[in-house]
Each structure stands twice: as C-alpha cells, then as structure tokens.
C-alpha cells in the first residue's frame, strides 16, 4: 500500500514537471492567486464593521467603570456594570420614590445584556464608524495603488515568476495578522500589507496570461476564467467571513485561508520556479506613455468607476443594514451574496460572448446597469429587497471586467509594443482607486449626507461615464498615430508557444516591425 502511493506521488510530480510550461497550469495558478487575495479582500466586509464597533463598546466600558462615579442629578440614569452577567442595567434616580439606603439590585425588563441585541444601541457611534470602517477598508487599495507602478515595469525585468510569488508571501504574513489582531492600528496595517501583495499577484498574474495567450479570443476566454477566480474569491469571501465569525469566532476564517495560501505557495514554488530572472526580450512601452494614451484611460475609467459602485458599498451597507435593518451578523454577509453569485456568472457568460458582441458595448450596457441598480439599493426595507439590485450590480461589474482587461492586452498588442506588465500595472490602478476612492469618500459622505445618497451620486457617476465607451468601439491601430506619442525604436512581435510550452520571440511566424535594430 505504501509503495502504492509513493507510486501515485511520483506520477503526479512528474506529470507537474512535464506540464510546467502548460498554459492551463499557468491559468489555473492566476486563478488560485486571484481567489485568495480576494477572499482575503472580501473576508472581512462582514467582520470588520461589527468587531470594530463592539471593540469600541467594551473599551467605553471599562472607561466608564474606571471613571471616578460623580454625584448624579435627580432624574439621571445610572449605568451599573455587572462583571457576572456581562448586563447594563439602567435605573432611573427618583428622589421621592428611593431611599438613600442600600437597595439591592433585582434584573428588570430594562437589563440590556452588551451582546444580545443585534440592533446598536448608539447610532451616533454607529455613524462614526462608517470613516474608521471605510478608511481601513481603503488603506489596502491605496497602498496597492502606490505600489503598481513600479511592479509593473519590474515585471517587464525580472519576469512575472519572482513577482507573483512574492506576492503570496507577503499574503501569507497579512493573513495571520489579521487573524491575531486585536487593535484597529494592527488591522490597518495588516490591510495595508494585503495591499502589496495584491500588487504583485495581480499585476504579474494578468501580463503572464497576456504573455502566453496571444490570440485576442482565447486571451478573453484565459481571462475570464481568471476573473472567475476573482469573482469567486468575492462570492465565498463575505458569506465565508460571516458565518465564521458569528460562530467560531475572528481567527478562525483568516488561519483556513493562510492554509490555503500554502497549497498555493508551495504550487507556485514548484511549477513556477521563482528562482529565475525572465525578462522580457523586448523593451516595453514607457508607462507614461500608456497613460497618455486615451483609449487605455478610457478603458481604465470604465474599470475604476465600475468597481467604485461596489467597493463603496462594502463599508457602508453592513452599517446602514446595522443601523435600518437590525440585520444579524451573518447577514451583513450573506446581503452581496446576490452580488458575489452574479459577478461570477457575468464574467464566465462575457470572457467569451463580450468579444462576439463587441467589448465596448458590453462595457457600456454594464457600466449603466451598474448605475440603475445601486440608486435602487437604499429602496430595500429588508435583506430580501436587497437581491435583485446586488444581484444587478454584480452581474454589470462582470461585464465590466470581462471585456475591459482583455481589451487592456488587445490595445497594447494593436497601438504599442506586446509587453503587457505596465498596461496590466494600469488596469490594476484603475481596480485599486475605485476600491481606494469608493471606501475612503463613501464612508464620510454616508456621515455627513446618509447611505441612500451615497447610492445615488455614484449611480449617476457611472450612468453618465458609460457613453465613453463609444470610442472603444474601432481604436487606431500604430500606423494611424492618433493621439499618443511612440517611441520609433519600439517593435511589435509576436509570441508564438510549442506544445512544450516554450514560446519564442518573433521568428519566421511574424514579421518585427523594427526601423532601428
């Protein structure tokens, strides 16, 4: 039996060495990476909002219990902390109804037992937390944002192998601080580290698929099977999180996940070989020059505005739901379900059907459903009115991100040179400022203005910005050189792969398009 699965194990490790360059196993590692680090990202929606409320209850607590008790006037509520049953009890001073005697004290109907009540008791601590909540939230994809311009072109230098497993290192790290946190600062700095390990997964996981899918089609369809890794990172992630916090407790969702990263770390390890120094064999487009290129910006902001809708949602609907719906801790979860479950099936339906249909139309029609659909969310009186406009906005973020990364490779390949690091780098600046913006200006305009307000200025935001895509329609290809700056020495070239998996650059199969060299 032994020599039977020493059998098995050496068949299964040389089946991973023969397939090493295989363009699935590359697929399906992207798409492992892209799951974790946004089951990470979405974990802790339904966590932090509550842990953080209660944190700041029993740290009121204790304040008041340490305070020096004052004289009260007649008519004043007392707060008396019992430290047996974990209850507030609120009695009423009646100077003419109590003695000055020592009563003792009987539980009543008023007991308010600290954790009993899903509804806050403090709305205007409730209001609060919606910055705290949305600036926590926020510091990851500000720190992702940061850190993509340079890991965009250290890509096109070293390679995407070192990168992407860099990436799950220090995701690993950020993962077991979250689960031994226990201070905001600690959570905000584990939220911040998350960040540059995204960076580094992302960034280096969509240029290796642009790199060894070539073709415009099947680049659409390797994509969109890793968005589905995406979005089913954002489908387990809140519901996952809930249910696990409200019944094992905080560590527990975050030490699964850290396991999980291990498998993936260890898959990367040994296909990958993040060892060795890749570069690319061609010099790749400035990124300045990409970013004055109109078609990529136009393409990036349908990428950012998109994702803004749901990435302000993320803070503020858990606090509203809290707030209009004494929603259950499991719910504050279980409510983007509708939306994790359609964003998953968009990107599988569009990966394929938004090249058919033509990519910038997808992009518009899903640009405005996403509009429509979050100006009807704050509508909703219960959970249940809640699904089919999270189910709307997920299912039109799909569309989004279907059509718009794969166009991001297709512009490079048709108006700049095939090296897609820094373009990638780009469409994941534009990902992370809609998740840097939306938390950060959602959580204070939910303050100030309310969550239903919130809703509509971003609705009206992405209804207005859709018609754009029209441009994206039939952009100029190099020879036109309509609005952008080239490089002369830049070449195009073609990457071609044998059945081994090992690609070659140019070659008798493409022409190079090189004046210079």
């Known amino acids: 039996m032994g020599r039977l699965d020493e059998l098995r194990q050496f068949s299964l490790l040389k089946w991973l060495r023969e397939e090493r360059q295989s363009r699935k196993l590359i697929l399906f590692i992207v798409f492992v990476a892209l799951l974790l680090d946004n089951m990470l990202l979405t974990v802790v929606v339904p966590i932090i909002p509550s842990y953080l409320y209660n944190l700041d209850e029993s740290t009121d607590v204790v304040l ?3 305070t020096p008790s004052q004289q009260n006037p007649p008519g004043a509520f007392h707060n008396i902390v019992s430290l047996y049953d974990n209850t507030v009890r609120s ?13 003792p004290i009987v539980p009543t109907a008023t007991e308010v037992p600290l954790n009993s009540s899903d509804c806050p008791r403090s709305n205007s601590k409730l209001l609060n937390e919606n910055v705290k909540v949305g600036m926590l939230f926020a510091s990851k994809a500000t720190i992702q944002l940061i850190t993509n311009p340079f890991i965009g ?3 096109n230098r070293i390679g995407y192998q070192l990168p992407i497993f860099a990436g799950f290192c220090i995701m690993f790290i950020s993962t077991i601080m979250f689960a031994f946190s226990s201070s905001y600062a600690l959570l905000f700095v584990a939220r911040s580290l998350q960040g540059v390990g ?7 996981g969509m240029g290796m698929l642009a790199s060894v899918y070539t073709d415009d089609e099947e680049r659409g369809q390797a994509i969109g099977i890793a968005l589905g890794g995406l979005a089913l990172g954002v489908l387990v992630g809140p519901p996952f999180g809930s249910v696990m916090y409200e019944f094992v407790g905080k560590t527990a969702p ?5 396991f999980l990263a291990l498998f993936d770390g260890a898959l990367q390890l040994f296909v990958l070989q993040p060892t060795k120094v890749e570069p690319e064999s061609q010099k790749g487009t400035p990124l300045l020059t990409l970013m004055k290129d109109p078609y990529i910006l136009i393409a990036a902001g349908a990428i950012c505005f998109g994702n803004m809708a749901i990435a302000m949602m993320e803070p503020t609907l858990p606090i509203w739901m809290m707030e209009t719906m004494c929603a259950r801790k499991w719910q504050l979860g279980v409510a983007f379900l509708p939306a994790s479950i359609s964003y998953l099936i968009g990107t599988n339906i569009f990966g394929t059907l938004a090249h058919k249909m033509g990519r910038w139309l997808c992009a518009l029609i899903g640009i405005m459903v996403v509009g429509i659909s979050v100006i009807c969310v704050p509508f909703a009186t219960n959970i249940y009115g809640l699904i089919l406009p999270n189910f709307g906005v997920g299912f039109a973020i799909g569309m989004v991100d279907a059509s718009m990364m794969p166009i991001m490779g297709y512009l490079v390949d048709l108006r700049h040179v095939s090296v897609y690091g820094s373009v990638y780098a780009i469409a994941d600046v534009a990902f992370c400022m809609g998740f840097a913006l939306g938390p950060s200006i959602g959580g204070s305009i ?6 239903p307000w919130v809703m509509t200025i971003i609705g009206i935001v992405d209804i207005f910005f859709a018609p754009l895509c029209i441009f994206l329609r039939n952009p100029p290809g190099q020879e036109e050189k ?4 080239m490089d002369s020495s830049c070449s195009m070239k073609i990457r071609s792969y044998s059945t081994t998996g090992t690609h070659h650059q140019g070659g008798d199969m493409e022409p190079e398009y090189d004046e210079n060299n």
């Open 198 to 204: 995204s960076s580094c997964s992302s960034v280096a």
């Open 482 to 485: 309509i609005a952008i700056l």
């Open 64 to 66: 008041k219990n340490n």
């Open 91 to 103: 009695l009423v001073s009646n100077t003419t109804a109590m003695s000055t005697d020592l009563v």
């Open 254 to 258: 975050f030490l699964i996940l850290a």
């Open 446 to 451: 939910a303050e100030s203005i309310g969550f």
């Open 153 to 155: 072109p250290l890509t």
